[in-house]
């Protein structure tokens, strides 16, 4: 950016990762809170300098910002995918997910799942599609609340809490995550310990 004539402050971490919101499956705590995370709105630290910056440029200049940064940072996430080997990583990750998920104990651990869950009153093959499922009802809701305006996060986050079935929707969403918590603990704790595991066997 510094090249190209502008000035730029990096951002700090906080506004581009939720600390605060972000899903946790091991907390009992957030399952009573936010559920499984699906409505949970994310809470980012604002980061303005940058805005600010671009903002005091001429619209000719301002495009142009535009334009650099989005090539500076397609250049430095390309850059850190070779530097720190993701793609390497990422490959290994779903070689070790696959042994893990096709493992005898985890298959037993995924039944007994299902089997806890539905005793629970949640009929679903596991935890994923149970929210994925949830995760549809949300976007319908969020299509229906902000119909054909262009909201900002915030003015949806508004409208949206504000509105009754999105309300009662949380509730439900909450009800399913603290109902099938204590089944999910086992399969989590089996997963963690096969993946262990299998990183020692798998390159």
Not at 71 to 84: G, L, P
Not at 89 to 116: H, K, L, M
Request: negative net charge; proline residues 4%; glycine residues 4%.
């Amino acid at each position: 950016m510094t090249e190209a004539g502008f000035s730029y402050t990096p951002k700090n971490p906080h506004s581009l990762v939720d600390t605060a919101d972000n899903t946790d499956f091991a907390s009992a705590s957030y399952a009573r809170t936010h559920g499984f995370g699906i409505s949970a709105w994310p809470a980012f630290t604002p980061d303005r300098t940058n805005a600010q910056y671009a903002s005091s440029l001429s619209t000719a200049d301002q495009k142009k910002f535009g334009d650099t940064l989005s090539s500076c940072s397609e250049h430095a996430e390309e850059q850190s995918r070779q530097e720190f080997g993701v793609e390497f990583a990422n490959s290994r990750f779903d070689r070790i997910d696959g042994s893990v998920r096709s493992s005898a104990p985890y298959e037993q651990a995924a039944a007994e799942w299902r089997t806890c869950a539905a005793r629970a009153g949640y009929v679903s093959q596991d935890r994923a599609s149970l929210i994925a499922a949830l995760h549809s009802r949300y976007d319908a809701l969020i299509t229906r609340i902000t119909g054909a305006a262009e909201l900002t996060p915030a003015q949806t986050e508004q409208r949206a809490q504000s509105d009754p079935l999105y309300l009662g929707f949380q509730q439900e969403e909450i009800r399913a995550a603290v109902a099938t918590f204590p089944c999910s603990q086992k399969l989590d704790a089996t997963y963690r310990d096969a993946f262990r595991k299998a990183m020692k066997n798998i390159p």
